[in-house]
């Protein structure tokens, strides 16, 4: 409900400021054009002259020492790996057979007859007036 009654007002506003906007442009076609006043001129400022920038002096350059020399590992031999034996496993246990197994047959199931609604007289859809005397 209150979602509605701010639609509602919300409208009323827009409207409200599309009518006064016309107003507003039909006042200002009417009124007489004013000469606009002359543009004054921008004074020219005097330029500033800077001193002159200091001279960076050079820097020499770093000798850097020489880089070491990285000694060489020796290579290392390992032993060869002792041989792992195989064993030897036992044969896998054979699975017995399972035996067939007949199900009895399902006897029927007779259900007795679903009873019926009984049917009512119908109802006229017009009803007739009385004769009149």
């Known amino acids: 409900m209150a979602s509605n009654t701010s639609l509602f007002s919300l409208s009323i506003l827009i409207a409200f400021l599309f009518l006064s906007n016309g107003q507003a442009a039909r006042h200002l076609l009417e009124t007489p054009e004013v000469e606009s006043p002359p543009i004054p001129t921008i004074p020219t400022l005097p330029k500033p002259e800077l001193p002159p920038q200091p001279v960076v002096p ?54 007795p007859p679903i009873p019926t609604i009984p049917e009512f007289p119908s109802i006229p859809s017009t009803v007739q007036s009385p004769p009149h005397a």
């Open 58 to 111: 050079t820097l020499p350059k770093p000798e850097l020492p020489p880089v070491p020399e990285v000694p060489t590992m020796p290579k290392v031999e390992l032993p060869p790996m002792p041989e792992i034996p195989k064993v030897e496993l036992p044969p896998k246990p054979s699975i017995p057979s399972i035996p067939k197994v007949e199900l009895p047959p399902i006897p029927k199931v007779e259900l």
